[in-house]
């Protein structure tokens, strides 16, 4: 079953509204969560990591004032798209790692997509 | 050049066939190897985890790691159209740390 659960996995707003998505492991504690984007037939990129308890890393290009993240519990991370416009519509998707083993591969959520009209 | 290179297909291939599906990488160090597969509009479900060279045996699907080539691979054995996905190798480990480095992704649809 899923190790890691994302939601809501369908948004549709206007221009201007702010959305938070939400990001839980449900069979372990995770200490470190990744929040990707995801293009039509591409592939992932990492937008940032969000670290239990403390600021996330951002990767570069990303706007850390537009891409809220809030890691406030081991089991949850939300991604809150501030503001957002129609070129912030994409499909983002979190995953999770076992902190006990940080070779462990992450596990995904099934990803939210975003439509900004 | 990209850490990770993965042919984006797409692969079209006849129901009952072997697929092959193949990453190469630069930097040696990496030591751990994942295949993903995602369907349309979800996320990335984990097929097979391997640690350093060798190959690991899931069912139909089988992993090979080639550390001295820098290549990776993942075997389909008797193809479905159910296996139509898109299908992302991903490494980490060594000198990278923890973070995970992921392919383009290869594209493959199995004909009925």
């Known amino acids: 079953g899923a190790v890691v659960s994302q939601h809501p996995s369908r948004v549709i707003c206007k221009s201007g509204t702010s959305v938070k998505i939400e990001c839980r492991s449900l069979d372990f504690q995770a200490t470190t969560m990744f929040w990707y984007r995801q293009f039509p037939k591409k592939s992932l990129m990492l937008m940032a990591t969000s670290n239990e308890g403390s600021k996330a890393t951002y990767e570069q290009g990303v706007e850390k004032d537009k891409f809220l993240i809030n890691h406030a519990s081991l089991t949850l991370s939300t991604l809150t798209v501030t503001s957002a416009h129609p070129e912030d519509s994409s499909f983002y998707i979190c995953?999770?790692?076992?902190?006990?083993?940080?070779?462990?591969?992450?596990?995904f959520g099934d990803g939210t997509r975003l439509s900004i009209l | 050049q990209k850490e990770v290179e993965q042919d984006p297909g797409p692969l079209s291939v006849p129901e009952g066939a072997i697929v092959s599906l193949n990453c190469t990488y630069s930097n040696s160090a990496f030591q751990y190897f994942m295949w993903y597969r995602q369907y349309s509009r979800k996320g990335p479900e984990l097929l097979m985890y391997t640690y350093s060279s060798g190959n690991k045996e899931d069912g139909r699907f089988t992993a090979q790691v080639d550390k001295s080539s820098k290549y990776i691979s993942l075997f389909i054995r008797d193809s479905q159209p159910s296996d139509s996905a898109t299908y992302l190798c991903a490494m980490s480990g060594g000198t990278g740390g923890f973070k995970t480095i992921f392919g383009a992704g290869t594209r493959l649809f199995v004909k009925a």
């Open positions: 995953s999770a790692r076992s902190p006990q083993h940080q070779n462990q591969p992450q596990h």
